[in-house]
């Protein structure tokens, strides 16, 4: 039960298995039926979908804050990261139990790392990263920032300011027993005079492999050109029904 917005001395709402309604001037009471549930395959792949989006959002707040604060026609950071993910991998046809692997955090469309390399033992983890093309988005007080999911335990580590963006390389602190763990790294740049980033590259780290090099062959044709073009659609539809 709630207050009525306009007549607070009224609770409106619903109590046990019995709704209460003010229509004008007239109390109306209605009994309450569970609607049914059919659990079409739809239903439930949209579920999955977003049961997977929520712990994502819940785990990494403050990188979410920090990459979706400010994100035109939502009201927090955490309905544009829902919101905008869920329509790219329904758009994008992807499959939901890969959503970990799909995670676009920058939004960025200009050139970010061209090339990682990783190196680790038991009891170390350090990440070497050069940039792609220095542009104006690529300027030298841009940040680094790094994003680690640990997939063999489920956990995330992440940094949001590790270095500045010229060439250079940073130590991940663990925890202890699992530097050797699968692990999906994310690393992207943030320029805070343009408040924009660059494309943000996924890296694969498999169990037990000690070292890992990857290139990025220039930047300048990236597999996000799809969401790019997703989510300025769905800002254009969402700032037009606003108006409307």
């Given at each position: 039960m709630r207050k009525h917005k306009c007549l607070t001395h009224i609770n409106v709402g619903r109590d046990g298995n019995v709704i209460f309604n003010l229509t004008g001037e007239q109390m109306r009471v209605k009994s309450y039926t569970k609607p049914k549930d059919p659990k079409t395959e739809k239903q439930v792949q949209d579920r999955n979908l977003h049961r997977e989006l929520n712990?994502?959002?819940?785990?990494?707040?403050?990188?979410?804050?920090?990459?979706?604060?400010?994100?035109?026609?939502?009201?927090?950071?955490?309905?544009?990261?829902?919101?905008?993910?869920?329509?790219?991998?329904?758009?994008?046809r992807l499959d939901a139990k890969k959503v970990y692997e799909n995670l676009h955090w920058s939004r960025g469309s200009r050139a970010g790392v061209r090339s990682v390399t990783i190196e680790r033992s038991s009891n170390h983890f350090s990440l070497c990263w050069h940039p792609?093309?220095?542009?104006?988005?690529?300027?030298?007080?841009?940040?680094?920032?790094?994003?680690?999911?640990?997939?063999?335990?489920?956990?995330?580590?992440?940094?949001i300011n590790a270095a500045l963006r010229p060439d250079g390389q940073c130590d991940i602190n663990?925890?202890?027993?699992?530097?050797?763990?699968?692990?999906?790294?994310?690393?992207?740049?943030?320029?805070?005079?343009?408040?924009?980033?660059?494309?943000?590259?996924?890296?694969?780290v498999p169990t037990q492999v000690t070292t890992i090099h990857q290139e990025f062959g220039g930047n300048n044709a990236s597999k996000w050109n799809l969401y790019d073009s997703i989510y300025e659609s769905i800002i254009f539809k969402r700032q037009q029904e606003r108006i409307t």
């Open positions: 712990l994502i959002s819940a785990q990494t707040k403050v990188l979410r804050q920090f990459c979706y604060k400010g994100t035109p026609s939502y009201k927090n950071s955490h309905n544009a990261f829902i919101g905008l993910h869920k329509q790219f991998i329904r758009l994008a792609g093309n220095m542009s104006a988005l690529s300027d030298v007080d841009s940040q680094v920032i790094w994003v680690l999911r640990n997939v063999t335990h489920g956990y995330w580590e992440w940094k663990l925890i202890d027993g699992q530097y050797m763990d699968e692990y999906l790294l994310w690393v992207f740049f943030y320029n805070p005079k343009m408040k924009k980033f660059s494309v943000d590259e996924l890296v694969h």
